[in-house]
């Protein structure tokens, strides 16, 4: 069934925009009075990318793996990517987000209730 391709469609990438708009903050903020501490360099990421860092969070904090996205990277790569680095380097294995899995498997079989195979 082709119904299980929706699964793997991606957002257009972000990380060139991400780089750009983080150095036109950087130039915004720069020779403001600011505690650094509390400004963090920009960071935009995809709902999508929220709902894969949820599994992680038990383990390691929101900030920790924004910190690695903050790390020169290409432009165009994505924030899954960085994520998917920095849990290397922890040796965090991958795990899926199962309220994700489990909302999907539900639309996916009412979805297929609308269809009729033919054979």
């Known amino acids: 069934m082709e119904i299980c391709a929706l699964k793997s469609l991606k957002l257009p990438q972000i990380g060139f925009a ?3 708009l ?3 903050f950087a130039e915004e903020i720069k020779g403001r009075n600011f505690d650094p501490a509390l ?3 920009l960071s935009l990421l995809t709902v999508e990318d929220l709902e894969n860092v949820l599994p992680y969070l038990n383990e ?3 900030t ?6 903050i790390e020169p990277h290409e432009p165009l790569f994505r924030f899954e990517h960085a994520l998917n680095q920095f849990l290397k ?5 991958d795990r899926p987000n199962e ?3 489990r ?3 539900e639309l996916r079989h009412s979805v297929l209730g609308l269809f009729t195979v033919f054979d």
């Open 18 to 20: 991400n780089r750009e």
């Open 22 to 24: 983080r150095n036109l």
């Open 39 to 41: 400004v963090r360099p």
């Open 60 to 62: 390691v904090s929101l």
């Open 64 to 69: 920790e793996i924004l910190d690695e996205y």
């Open 89 to 93: 380097k922890r040796g965090i294995d």
């Open 99 to 101: 309220w994700i899995e």
């Open 103 to 105: 909302k999907f498997d």
